[in-house]
């Protein structure tokens, strides 16, 4: 078995692409790192803590060679729910102990990583994927709608929803005028231009040069965030705080493995590469322990951060720890001046990435999907926006799985044939020839392809209403996989079949599915001279012995 190696494809071959490529997308990632340490509740600092060690960890033990990490916006809007929540019940522990759910978080991803279940988390469906990213998106426009009026934001959408009317009465002008202005610059900037400057950083420069022109205190701004390098925060709860850490930590620790892991196939997309998906949950979740343990945000594979470092010659994980490292340098070297930078300026780039992040190409085709996925995703946005994600998630795997056995049944049970050669079923060949000169004394069951649990239940449906019979050649030559709960439906027809005194014949069963079927029981009482290994066999005995 292949194990687990450490570094991520590191290779000082590239090592001048690598560093246009980290330098280009740090300057894309400092805007957004601000603005979604803002819009967490945790403070613009967090943001950058959080992109320098999320983005630099995993891009050292990840899976995904040219992935830049770092805060993302569902990332950051689950951080905030788990702040409030946190907050309200524990008052005194607050921030702190939201970032031991952060360091809780990277200790599972690398449980995930280690146990082998990154290919697990690409499963999730498209329609769940589409539903809770195009909520996630809602939430963060809907969230910004405060600090582009200028009023204090909430971290609650239904809290935003209450106090909107009221803001409405007393706007700031020269907040909104500038967060309009923001959102124009972000959506109108040509993107062939952000290569060499992106949209966020421009809008960012512009509105803090806008600010140092007004009279102190017109806008609201972040406030300086330290130009020194983090302490070391240690984790903090208690016992009665268990249970919601736990589920801040899970619900963080899932997310973010989705969320990377989506990011790595469009990197591979990118790239012609093949990630690997258990090695990258282990360094995202190396960057998350260490990012909790500096109070940082937690984080994930960014996707416009990875695309920009790849156009820009990124080719190994060194682009994205040199990203990490000119985060740093600006933090150290010019973080006294973030203070200038105005709230609504960053709540209008918030609502660029919360446009991005909405799947506008479902969206636009919800009407010709079919009913069951158009259905599925509107209700996992739904519950997305007013419940919250680990129950949307939840709901919409759970819905999609019911959904795709009920059509897999239905597929496999057209595989499950009954004949006993009466009735207005025409002879189709040597077999059904047979079968119609035993006049209805022997039926035969044949079963292909896998068979779920729910061709089980439809089996039993199927051989109701059959009782006229002497002998039921149950023929498994074409079955690929027999689940347990058609291996039980098997053992129950075999015990009904021999309690009314009738004889049960196995055919072409194979070794795995005799295991299978033994390990289970369900072969204990069917006697080895009814085992036969082809039909022909099974025919033949009957002529010869009679089974009267």
């Known amino acids: 078995m292949r194990g687990i190696t450490f570094f991520n494809s590191l290779s000082t071959r590239h090592l001048p692409r690598d560093f246009a490529g980290g330098l280009t997308t740090a300057v894309v990632a400092l805007p957004l790192a601000l603005a979604f340490g803002v819009a967490s509740g945790a403070g613009p600092a967090a943001g950058v803590y959080g992109a320098i060690f999320v983005g630099f960890f995993a891009a050292l033990f990840g899976g995904t060679p040219a992935q830049v990490s770092g805060p993302t916006g569902p990332m950051t809007v689950v951080m905030a729910g788990v702040f409030t929540s946190i907050q309200a019940k524990h008052p005194e522990a607050g921030l702190f102990m939201g970032f031991s759910a952060v360091i809780l978080a990277g200790i599972l991803q690398i449980g995930f990583g280690l146990l082998k279940l990154g290919k697990y988390f690409i499963l999730v469906p498209y329609s769940v994927i589409s539903g809770f990213m195009t909520g996630i998106g809602v939430i963060i426009i809907v969230l910004q709608l405060g600090p582009i009026l200028g009023h204090t934001g909430t971290p609650s959408l239904l809290a935003t929803l209450d106090y909107f009317p009221e803001w409405l009465t007393a706007i700031s002008w020269h907040d909104l005028t500038l967060g309009l202005l923001a959102i124009a610059g972000v959506c109108l900037w040509p993107h062939r231009w952000n290569i060499w400057l992106p949209s966020p950083l421009l809008v960012l420069l512009l509105g803090t040069f806008c600010v140092l022109w007004l009279p102190e205190g017109t806008v609201a701004t972040i406030g300086a965030i330290p130009s020194a390098f983090p302490s070391l925060q240690w984790p903090m709860f208690s016992l009665d705080m268990l249970d919601d850490l736990f589920y801040a930590g899970v619900l963080l620790a899932v997310l973010g493995s989705i969320d990377s892991l989506l990011t790595s196939l469009v990197a ?281």
């Open 268 to 548: 591979d997309n990118l790239t012609k590469q093949q990630h690997d998906s258990d090695h990258e949950l282990i360094g995202q979740g190396i960057g998350n322990t260490v990012a909790g343990f500096f109070g940082g945000l937690p984080g994930a594979g960014a996707t416009m951060r990875t695309v920009v470092n790849i156009r820009t010659g990124g080719k190994t994980g060194y682009s994205g720890m040199i990203h990490s490292l000119v985060l740093l340098a600006v933090m150290l070297g010019a973080g006294q001046y973030a203070g200038y930078i105005p709230l609504a300026v960053l709540a209008g780039i918030l609502i660029k990435v919360g446009i991005d992040i909405i799947d506008w190409p479902y969206l636009r085709r919800l009407g010709k999907l079919p009913l069951d996925a158009a259905a599925l995703m509107v209700l996992v946005l739904l519950l997305t926006v007013f419940v919250d994600l680990i129950t949307a998630v939840l709901v919409g795997v759970f819905l999609s799985n019911m959904i795709t056995v009920e059509r897999l049944t239905t597929i496999q049970l057209d595989n499950v044939q009954f004949k006993n050669g009466q009735g207005t079923e025409t002879a189709q060949g040597p077999v059904d020839e047979w079968l119609a000169a035993q006049n209805g004394r022997v039926a035969l069951l044949s079963l292909a392809g896998p068979l779920s649990f729910g061709v089980g239940r439809g089996l039993r449906r199927r051989l109701a209403g059959h009782v006229s019979h002497e002998i039921i050649i149950v023929d498994l030559t074409g079955a690929q996989l027999v689940g347990t709960s058609t291996a039980m439906i098997l053992d129950e027809l075999i015990r009904n079949e021999q309690h009314h005194q009738r004889y049960v014949l196995l055919v072409g069963i194979s070794e795995q599915t005799s295991a299978d079927l033994k390990r289970l029981g369900a072969l204990q009482f069917l006697d080895d001279r009814h085992r036969f290994a082809s039909l022909r066999d099974a025919m033949d005995y009957i002529e010869r012995d009679g089974l009267h």
